[in-house]
């Protein structure tokens, strides 16, 4: 199996950062989106990618170091050599391999011997498939994908490319964030057994106003003066586009206005909502303004009294 330090060129002691930076500068010059007519460099890739999630993984990393697992993160076989051992097999299940060609041969009249000479075939301990090994299936692939802030809130489409060149629409789930793993099975690496999945990572991408916060979305709206004092309606950007939205006469800053299913959608069913901040905005230099103020004879309302100063 493929050393995944010496995959990324990085020494055994290297730091998270020296990882960083050589796994940046491979994906760089390795993206399927340069080398489009290079398949090889499309293997390297995903080769460099999985190097990358293993070592940036502690717990993985350690368990690699100790010998415990191998390059693409599979159990490595306890005995040396295979002959006798637990190996890895399909549905979760440990499968052991005695060295009989298939079938466990001495160990299955054994088995006769003591439990009365079962038929052979069948399905006691004198089965013919006591002791025959699963054909292992092909390794996991992983892969990450970023997904933009306003297409995981409303759960648009994806697609990403495979490392053999093939591209694949993800419909996304309910409830996703970053972290989020879907499984494709079937589109990882062959095997006898059948070939190993595709485990993609989903990366949610910060938004340059909106933030998230659990199923909701959160906007800070400037309004003008104009505005908060009189009301009226002005047009709020959302992840699926602009709205108009009501500003009640009167309003303040860090008045919270709300637009009902238009956050994250839930993993139970339903969405969050847009939760909107209205942020006052002075006008800054207007003479009329400061005038206007100086002879208010609101000026000199307190509205800190409530916090008992």
């Not at 011997?113 to 090994?133: C, H, V, Y």
């Not at 996991?140 to 297409?151: E, G, M």
Request: proline share 7%; glycine share 18%.
């Amino acid at each position: 199996m493929a050393d995944p330090y010496a995959t990324l060129g990085v020494a055994r002691d290297a730091s998270e950062a020296d990882i960083k930076k050589a796994y940046r500068t491979l994906a760089k010059e390795l993206h399927p989106d340069r080398n489009k007519d290079n398949p090889k460099a499309a293997e390297r890739f995903s080769q460099v990618t999985q190097a990358y999630d293993l070592l940036t993984d502690k717990d993985k990393r350690a368990r690699f170091d100790r010998g415990e697992i191998d390059g693409e993160g599979n159990p490595t076989a306890p005995f040396g050599f295979g002959g006798g051992g637990p190996r890895p097999g399909g549905g979760g299940r440990t499968q052991f391999d005695f060295g009989g060609g298939g079938d466990a041969g001495g160990f299955e009249d054994l088995f006769e011997g003591l439990f009365g000479g079962g038929q052979r075939g069948g399905g006691g301990f004198g089965g013919g498939s006591f002791g025959r090994r699963q054909a292992p299936k092909g390794a996991n692939v992983p892969y990450r994908l970023a997904v933009s802030f306003a297409d995981a809130a409303t759960l648009s489409p994806q697609r990403i490319m495979l490392r053999d060149g093939k591209t694949i629409d993800l419909k996304l789930p309910a409830g996703l964030e970053s972290g989020t793993q879907m499984r494709l099975a079937g589109k990882g690496d062959p095997g006898p057994g059948g070939p190993g999945d595709a485990i993609v990572t989903l990366e949610v991408q910060p938004h340059r106003f909106f933030t998230r916060d659990g199923d909701d979305v959160r906007l800070d709206l400037p309004v003008s003066l104009a505005e908060a004092v009189l009301g009226g309606e002005v047009r709020v950007p959302t992840v699926e586009g602009a709205v108009m939205l009501k500003v009640p006469k009167g309003s303040t800053s860090g008045k919270v206005l709300r637009l009902k299913g238009r956050g994250f959608h839930k993993k139970g069913g339903g969405r969050g909502d847009q939760l909107v901040t209205l942020m006052v905005d002075l006008p800054v230099g207007d003479d009329a303004l400061v005038e206007f103020v100086q002879g208010w004879p609101g000026r000199d309302q307190d509205p800190r009294s409530k916090l008992g100063l």
